[in-house]
């Protein structure tokens, strides 16, 4: 097998994942933070700096899914199985919160229906890709079959545990801190200023997780432990835990002073900083702790098949996500919107 293949595609979930977790995380964010707007008018001008790319932005999640299934489907086999109840509460809640976007401009006159399920959608949802991130880092139970190979071999709430409860509260932290960044950038007048008195708040709560689950982690985890503590690793990795407070430091001093864009690709970088820190603790295993990136790749054939098609469309879907967010740039402002 070329061992390069496996690598590439990895890259392309990672970059995949973190484009999701970047754009729709903001996203969420908004449908997060619904619930603290005061009126209508407030919610209607959330939503609508998101009202152009919203359903764009998860192109990611169907490129990183469909990823790993055409490029890993052993690990795939492995991972649904152990992490089916997440995965389907997460799409329905996507779902809701979808339907739930389109459907809030055209109910008149009372919008509170669709307002709880978009708010709750987006922190269900939110809520449920932490679970799989956590029940993914503590491991998945398998093992190997005969004349099948590895299975699953686990039960089907496995992943429930109190470390997979923390990374389900993280990750619902961390978009509502992107939300509250993005508003902050994005709008003015009474959202503009509520969500930067919300952003150091939540700052604040995002570092304490990422710092108890950073904690967690090794002392849980053997390999983890010694990924991170052994010798020369921990002269190498220990500037990525200072970097992640320095640059919260930068967030929250951008925020003081009242800027806007600096705080959201701020919160960006801690959140491509915690994905980093995360991949060094697992790498190379697609599935901890049993399966690598080599022992779930498909044939080369079909890799390079799929990847012929990714190398095409990768530019389109940059293309086309860059463009609209440039032809929507600027604040949305109270009263403007696109609906």
Avoid at 44 to 72: H, I, K, R
Avoid at 110 to 134: D, M
Avoid at 175 to 190: H, P, Q, R, S, V
Avoid at 241 to 266: D, H, K, Q, S
Wanted: charged share 10%.
């Amino acid at each position: 097998m070329e061992w390069y293949l496996p690598l590439a595609w990895g890259w392309i979930i990672a970059a995949a994942v973190a484009m999701y977790v970047i754009l729709d995380g903001f996203d969420l964010g908004i449908g997060i933070l619904f619930p603290f707007a005061k009126d209508e008018h407030e919610r209607d001008q959330m939503m609508n700096t998101v009202a152009p790319f919203w359903d764009g932005n998860e192109t990611w999640l169907v490129l990183g899914g469909g990823g790993l299934w055409v490029a890993f489907p052993k690990a795939y086999a492995i991972v649904m199985p152990a992490l089916y109840l997440p995965v389907i509460v997460m799409l329905l809640a996507l779902i809701f919160r979808g339907v739930s976007f389109e459907f809030r401009w055209v109910a008149k006159p009372n919008k509170s229906v669709w307002n709880i399920t978009f708010a709750g959608g987006s922190i269900l949802a939110a809520f449920c890709q932490g679970l799989i991130l956590g029940g993914l880092i503590q491991g998945v139970d398998v093992q190997q079959q005969p004349d099948v190979g590895p299975q699953f071999a686990g039960g089907a709430f496995d992943w429930a545990t109190p470390f997979s409860v923390l990374c389900g509260v993280g990750v619902v932290l961390g978009y509502a801190l992107l939300g509250a960044t993005w508003l902050n950038m994005k709008t003015d007048a009474e959202v503009a200023r509520r969500s930067r008195q919300q952003a150091p708040m939540l700052l604040a709560a995002v570092l304490v997780a990422m710092g108890l689950v950073s904690i967690w982690t090794p002392l849980a985890v053997d390999r983890i432990w010694d990924r991170w503590f052994s010798l020369p690793n921990l002269l190498i990795l220990w500037p990525i835990p200072l970097v992640t407070v320095g640059v919260a430091y930068l967030v929250w001093r951008g925020l003081e002073n009242g800027r806007e864009i600096g705080p959201f690709f701020g919160s960006i970088v801690l959140f491509l900083l915690g994905f980093l820190g995360l991949a060094i603790s697992t790498f190379p295993y697609l599935v901890p702790p049993h399966i690598t990136f080599w022992d779930a790749a498909a044939a080369p054939a079909s890799q390079i098949f799929a990847g012929i098609g990714v190398v095409i469309m990768f530019p389109i879907i940059i293309g086309y996500t860059v463009l609209v967010y440039w032809l929507f740039r600027g604040k949305v402002r109270a009263g403007e919107g696109y609906h």
